[in-house]
Every structure is written in C-alpha cells, then in structure tokens.
C-alpha cells in the first residue's frame, strides 16, 4: 500500500492528502495539549471521540446550510474533507464569562453575557495567538470586509445551532472556536466552517450543576479527559446510553 503524504501535523489532528484532488483526509490524534503545548498527554480514545463528535456537529450545520469542509467520515478517526485556505484567525463565539476573558476583564466565571460576543485571535503559535480587531485584520489583509461580515454571520449561525443542540440534552455552550476557510470554485470564492467542532474547541458545562465538560477538565487537572469527552457523545447519541466511560470507546455508527 502506498504511503500517504502528509500535508500539515498540529497538536490534535494530521492532514494527509486526498484520494481525489481538492480533498483531504483529517487523522484525530490522542494528543491533549494546553497553554499552548506547554502541557501535553496522550488519552487512549479522544481521538475518536473527536472524530465522531466533529462529525455529528458537522454534519447538523451542513444540513441547515451552513457549509463546512467535512464530507464524510472515512473510519474510527478520519474523517473526508475538502481543501481549502484557511484564514489565519481563530474566531471566538462566547455566551458566558469564562477563561481568558474572565482572566482579562475581571468578569466572574459563569456570568451569562447579555449577548454572544465574538472575538478575532491571530493563528500564530509562536506569538500565543495574540486577539485582533477587524483594524488588524484589514490592515494586513487576513480578510476583506466582505470577508468580515461573512465571517460574523457564520460564526453566530454557528452558535445558534449549537446553543440548541446542546441544550436540549443538558449542557451549556459557554464559548467554543472556529475556523473558517476560503473555497475556490474558478473566480468564485465562498467561506465554510473547517478544521473541527470538539469539546476540544468548546467549553461545555453540564446546565445544572455547573460541571465541566471540556478541555478545561484537562487544563485544570479536574478529573479524566475521556471520561468527559464520552459523557457529550452519550448525550447526544453518539455513543449509546448505557456505555460505560471506557480508554478505547466503542462508537456506534
């Protein structure tokens, strides 16, 4: 069997080459990373959570037209996707006051905002992914203001359809991140939802008791990781109800 060729690695996830041209096939590591690397361990099994959990919220806003890279899962941790330019900002949705912006403002932990708040970060991990306005963003041409405002209304739809997702069996969607990128079709341009939907790219409490349900378990050393990751995929039905929380999670298709 050939060898296939790998395009990018970051700390989550591999990008190998497609089988056609235009696509790509996206490999989950086990990989759990923080403070940018600084902290890392490998958790038998998130990989294919990740895979599984992208792949449901993928698919739910490809099939409410929000366009998306994601095509079709291929196995227990790769997923088809198609090609495209990333935008080299991380685009940030928030609902309630938590991490860095309570870190930065003084606000609380758990203070529900009075609307969602989106933020632009840099992708540059070297500088820590430094936040941006729509000035930087402009003046260094990352994005157009058609760009912007494309950008905007994708993230918020984003955060529409996951709000409710979530909700509806129990968990709250603090805040989580999205990358966009450019699709070309000749002269043609469009914007779509890429890289992944994870609870490695959301915060996610359970709505009664306030519990963690994210990377933030990791991050503050507050229980295991897996264990966290497979509660999300059983509530939304991922995986079934009455799994117990195992390294190496059985999912069903």
């Known amino acids: 069997m050939a060898r296939r060729k790998k395009i990018y690695e970051g700390k989550a996830k591999i990008l190998y080459e497609g089988p056609e041209p235009g696509t790509l096939v996206q490999y989950f590591k086990d990989d759990a990373t923080a403070f940018n690397a600084q902290k890392k361990e490998v958790v038998d099994g998130k990989g294919v959570l990740n895979n599984r959990l992208s792949e449901f919220f993928m698919t739910g806003l490809n099939n409410i037209g929000v366009p998306t890279h994601f095509i079709k899962r291929l196995n227990m941790r790769e997923q088809l996707v198609r090609s495209c330019e990333i935008i080299p900002l991380e685009v940030v949705v928030r609902n309630v006051a938590a991490g860095s912006l309570s870190k930065r403002l003084g606000i609380e932990e758990g203070t529900v905002l009075t609307r969602p708040i989106v933020e632009y970060y840099y992708k540059d991990d070297k500088l820590g992914d430094p936040m941006v306005t729509e000035e930087h963003i402009a003046a260094f041409g990352w994005a157009s203001q058609q760009d912007m405002d494309d950008i905007l209304s994708l993230a918020l739809r984003v955060n529409d ?31 779509i939802v890429a890289d992944e939907i994870s609870p490695d790219s959301c915060r996610l409490w359970d709505a009664e008791s306030g519990q963690k349900l994210d990377k933030d378990v990791f991050r503050r050393d507050l229980g295991d990781l897996a264990d966290a990751y497979t509660e999300v995929a059983r509530r939304l039905g991922v995986m079934p109800k009455n799994s117990q929380p195992i390294t190496k999670p059985t999912l069903i298709n």
């Open 161 to 191: 359809f996951m709000s409710g997702v979530m909700m509806a069996v129990g968990i709250r969607l603090v805040d989580f991140k999205i990358e966009i990128g450019r699709l070309y079709d000749g002269d043609y341009q469009r914007l």
